[in-house]
């Protein structure tokens, strides 16, 4: 079983699906779709405690991935972005496709959902990648890669 969740629970718990797993990942991106969707519709410069919010549950989902991943080969790709990074986007994307589903043109439509399937696609590569040991991460200060 790979430690992280395959991208079609990830999804699913970004919007608002109860997964079957309780996969420590899975929480975060449900609380992480729900802030997005409440970003989206709050007034300006009322974002403070939603951003915050998301910050801690980006922190959690990069402590527990350096907690429960192998550690990666010294020689293995450096990732631009941590998961729980990743994992936030992925969230405002799908956040951002459903609302287009609703209220814009079916071309911005296309391009949220299209967004939405790339990154999908990339976090699934990661997940591969970082459970082969074939890529690093950068660590919770963004300086170096994690230390074990």
């Known amino acids: 079983m790979p430690l992280l969740p395959p991208k079609h629970l990830l999804l699913q718990a970004c919007r608002g699906l109860p997964p079957e797993?309780?996969?420590?990942?899975?929480?975060?991106?449900g609380l992480l779709a729900d802030l997005h969707e409440r970003r989206l519709t709050a007034a300006a410069g009322a974002t403070g405690f939603i951003d915050h919010e998301r910050a801690r549950m980006v922190l959690d989902i990069d402590r527990?991935?350096?907690l429960e991943l192998p550690k990666a080969a010294r020689d293995a790709h450096l990732h631009t972005e941590t998961v729980g990074t990743v994992v936030d986007r992925l969230a405002q994307f799908s956040a951002l496709a459903y609302l287009t589903l609703a209220c814009a043109p079916d071309e911005t439509m296309h391009e949220a959902a299209t967004r939405l399937s790339e990154l999908a696609l990339a976090y699934e590569h990661l997940a591969d990648e970082l459970?082969?040991?074939?890529?690093r991460l950068p660590n919770l200060t963004g300086n170096r890669e994690y230390e074990y």
């Open 21 to 29: 797993d309780r996969h420590p990942v899975l929480h975060c991106a």
């Open 131 to 135: 459970a082969a040991g074939r890529r």
């Open 64 to 66: 527990w991935v350096a």
